[in-house]
Each structure stands twice: as structure tokens, then as C-alpha cells.
């Protein structure tokens, strides 16, 4: 059972353009919500994380915006940089240990 | 800052063997988690620990027994490797739950 779907697999966006991930979830009790990326032979990292208090979280370049009533967050990218280039995971937790990650998005960004 | 070591980098056991993950961290963290990384499915958990000597089954636990011995360890064993045990394992620790969790830089596990 799937419960944090992550789209798309793959996406290539160009330098300077706003790269969107997107990342769903099933389970209404799941109360936090981060982002990891991990760099090609690295491990993953956390990026920036929400909780549902608020519906947008910014960090520099990075966007993430929540949706409680349709189960859905995503991160934006503002003005993409080649050393973006990684695979972005989205996760959801609840109030116990467990949180589940989505398979991943490839992020590939061209100069 | 903290980090998180794992043992061995690489692993290469035979098939129907018993293989043993360790992992030390220095974070002082009070949870240390057992991820498995297959291409293309993500991270998916197979044991975390709230404090020394305790011990929850994530999503893919069976096939695998943990051990907290200390609140700085946390050991993963394989109980009898299979052809398609061929993964990243990574060890994880956070203060508590809903934190960020950091990462090691993982065991790459090969069965022949």
C-alpha cells in the first residue's frame, strides 16, 4: 500500500526556470511533511519540512505548498540552478516515528 | 553536528548467509531508524528504535532482525540473504519524532 505518491518520476526543466514536484498522501492523521534531496553517491538531506498549522513554507528558492482538504503538497524551485540536479523525496509522518517517503523525483536541470 | 557511521561500506555476502549492518552515531539522539534504498522505490523502513533497547518494526521488517545495544547503536542482520537483498541500507538517527533525520552514507549490500 502506497501511501505518499510522488510525480513525476522524472523532470528536466531548464536553468532559471521554477521546477514543481508534487507529492500526495492518503492518511489524514499524517501531520508532517518534509522534503530530502540526495545528491548522486550522497545520502539523503533534509531540504524543508511543513507542518499543516500553515498552508506555505519558504526557504530561500524553495516553496512548499500544502493542500489539507485535497491530501496534496508540492515544492517549487524558483529559478533552478544546474546544482539542483538530484532526486527530491517527499515524506509524510504523524505523531509516532514513522515517516514514509515517496519514491522520488528526479530533478535535472540543463544550463 | 553529529555523524552518523556506518559499517561496512560495501558487503558482499552468499546467498542463504547471515549478515550483520552496524551503525554509530554520536548525534545523541534518542531514535535511530533502518532505511532500505532500491532504485526507483524510495526509502522504505524496516526498523526504528525509540531509545536503547527498544525496538518497532517499520514496513519491511520481515527478513530482518535490529538491536539497539546503546542509545549511539543501532545493528540491522540480514537473517538469510536472498538475490534480491541488492540495496542501499541507510542508517538514520533524529532527537525524537517528527524531526529532521539525518543520514549515513549507507552499506551497499551485493548477494552472490
Known amino acids: 500500500q502506497q501511501q505518499v505518491r510522488q510525480s513525476p518520476q522524472s523532470l528536466t526543466v531548464w536553468e532559471g526556470e521554477t521546477a514543481i514536484l508534487n507529492c500526495s498522501y492518503e492518511d489524514s492523521t499524517f501531520d508532517y511533511f518534509p522534503w530530502y534531496h540526495q545528491f548522486p553517491g550522497e545520502s539523503p538531506a533534509l531540504l524543508i519540512a511543513?507542518?499543516?498549522?500553515?498552508n506555505k513554507k519558504e526557504d530561500g528558492r524553495f516553496t512548499i505548498f500544502f493542500n489539507k482538504r485535497e491530501k496534496k503538497f508540492s515544492l517549487h524551485i524558483a529559478d533552478s540552478q544546474p546544482g539542483d540536479s538530484a532526486t527530491y523525496f517527499c515524506a509524510a509522518g504523524t505523531n509516532a516515528y514513522k515517516v514514509i517517503f515517496g519514491k522520488g523525483t528526479h530533478l535535472h536541470v540543463l544550463p | 553536528g553529529g555523524i552518523i557511521t556506518q559499517t561496512p561500506k560495501f558487503l558482499i555476502g552468499q546467498e542463504g548467509q547471515k549478515l550483520t549492518l552496524k551503525c554509530q552515531q554520536n548525534f545523541n539522539h534518542d531514535t535511530m531508524y533502518w532505511y532500505r534504498q532500491d532504485s526507483g522505490k524510495g526509502l522504505r523502513l524496516i526498523y526504528y528504535?525509540?531509545?536503547?533497547?527498544?525496538?518497532q518494526k517499520g514496513d519491511l521488517s520481515e527478513g530482518y532482525d535490529a538491536s539497539r545495544e546503546k542509545k549511539s547503536s543501532f545493528s540491522l542482520t540480514v537473517t538469510s540473504a536472498q538475490k534480491n537483498e541488492m540495496a542501499v541500507f541507510l542508517c538514520?538517527?533524529?532527537?525524537?519524532?517528527?524531526?529532521?533525520?539525518?543520514f549515513g552514507k549507507g552499506t551497499r549490500l551485493t548477494v552472490v
Open positions: 538514520a538517527s533524529s532527537i525524537g519524532e517528527n524531526t529532521e533525520v539525518f
Open positions: 528504535s525509540i531509545t536503547e533497547n527498544d525496538l
Open positions: 511543513i507542518r499543516p498549522v500553515s
